[in-house]
């Protein structure tokens, strides 16, 4: 591990540029609660992207699905699709961090003859089983022992509790405003009204409105605060020379780096409590790439909460710490506004809660020219994944097939 700061590090990946394309892209419906399961949504994910890259499911030999959730594992594809095929698998992939982690583990699995198709697939129906869940996502963190302990009985849970301390701390430190936490949401919810699949398509949102809308956690409002719905996506991996037999045009992956905090999911104890552990993951994608952020057209990023965008917007290296606010206000953020591009699909606040896969999925369509919203000319691509205990960065670039 490389420390650079006394409260995380950087873990050690191997190079793996242009080792990996991603070559077919899907996500199912997203929606409010639907009755459907996870394996229902995620089936219907696949199917698309499969479609997508023009892959028969007999082809696929790789699967990565995520160990927190209810996973579409080899045998659940198997039964979908009515194939027999043997399928390498790993539980380390999905959504948050591992949506950008999966490329690594992918790039193994293909060096080593594993596998020459992956895909890597996330769901959540947690709108629908939101009513048997403790605090919605906060049930996870209600299971924690430390935080049973520590952190319930004195009222700090669930996750909008959290953000809003940070948030609050992050205005006492650097003058950060309201308006400019609204300027994020603002942006993902136009991005969105120019998504079809997004769920809050027909809903516009201006400042005007974010500033009238009501108060969940001090200093949030309603907007600041990302969706509960169901849906799930997918995304398929192979080597470039397979990629360039397929459909679509291929998405090479170019840099990865994972960042921990030493602290874990006790944020309350992280020295540097306005700070995400995307300063140490996301050098280290940057210097694996071989690129900075100024060479970034389009850039995604785990949405929580819209200041967890704007730390990471500065923890990655896009701006100073300090200065998010005033490098999100009016629309430097808008797809056309001719500053960074972010969070293009409308991201968990606008588009829906999916955790980080479909900011894949959108990213990769950017860089393939068929986004809904899209950037001209978008030749590299950002996604920045988050849990709270690590980040993760994953850079994408346009392809040569």
Not at 105 to 115: F, I, K, M, V
Not at 147 to 159: D, S, T, Y
Not at 213 to 226: G, M, T
Not at 229 to 250: C, F, H, I, N, V
């Amino acid at each position: 591990m490389r420390a650079t700061k006394d409260w995380g590090f950087a873990e050690e990946l191997d190079g793996i540029r242009d080792e990996v394309a991603i070559a077919g892209v899907g996500e199912s419906e997203h929606t409010r609660a639907s009755g459907r399961t996870p394996t229902e949504i995620t089936a219907q994910a696949v199917e698309r992207a499969l479609e997508d890259a023009g892959l028969p499911p007999e082809d696929v030999d790789g699967l990565m699905w995520n160990h927190t959730s209810d996973g579409f594992d080899a045998q659940a594809f198997r039964d979908h699709f009515g194939v027999k095929q043997e399928i390498w698998e790993s539980k380390e992939g999905g959504g948050m961090v591992w949506a950008a982690t999966a490329p690594y583990q992918a790039a193994q699995a293909l060096r080593q003859g594993h596998a020459r198709y992956i895909l890597n697939v996330f769901s959540v129906a947690w709108a629908t089983q939101r009513g048997e869940m403790t605090g919605g996502p906060g049930q996870f963190h209600a299971a924690e022992l430390f935080k049973q302990n520590l952190e319930l009985p004195f009222g700090w849970f669930p996750q909008p509790i959290y953000f809003a301390t940070i948030a609050r701390r992050h205005m006492h430190e650097f003058g950060t405003t309201e308006d400019q936490l609204g300027a994020i949401a603002v942006a993902g919810r136009r991005h969105a009204n120019l998504n079809p699949g997004a769920v809050l398509h027909d809903r516009p949102l201006s400042l005007e409105q974010y500033r009238e809308s009501p108060r969940i956690a001090d200093p949030f409002r309603k907007e600041d605060c990302c969706l509960i719905s169901d849906g799930g996506g997918a995304y398929l991996m192979t080597t470039p020379e397979r990629a360039r037999d397929l459909r679509q045009k291929p998405v090479s992956v170019a840099g990865i780096g994972l960042g921990t905090s030493s602290t874990g999911m006790h944020w309350a104890e992280q020295s540097d409590f306005t700070a995400t552990p995307q300063v140490f993951a996301a050098p280290a994608a940057f210097e694996m790439a071989g690129l900075s952020p100024a060479d970034v057209d389009v850039f995604s990023c785990y949405d929580p909460f819209t200041i967890v965008t704007l730390m990471q917007l500065e923890d990655m290296g896009f701006c100073p710490k300090g200065s998010g606010g005033g490098f999100v206000e009016g629309s430097h953020l808008h797809f056309d506004g001719g500053g960074l591009p972010a969070n293009t699909h409308g991201g968990m606040l606008s588009h829906a809660y999916v955790l980080g896969i479909a900011h894949v999925v959108e990213i990769v369509r950017q860089l393939r020219g068929d986004a809904a919203a899209q950037v001209p000319d978008a030749e590299v691509a950002v996604y920045g994944g988050y849990t709270g205990p690590q980040a993760a960065t994953l850079l994408l670039t346009r392809g040569n097939g």
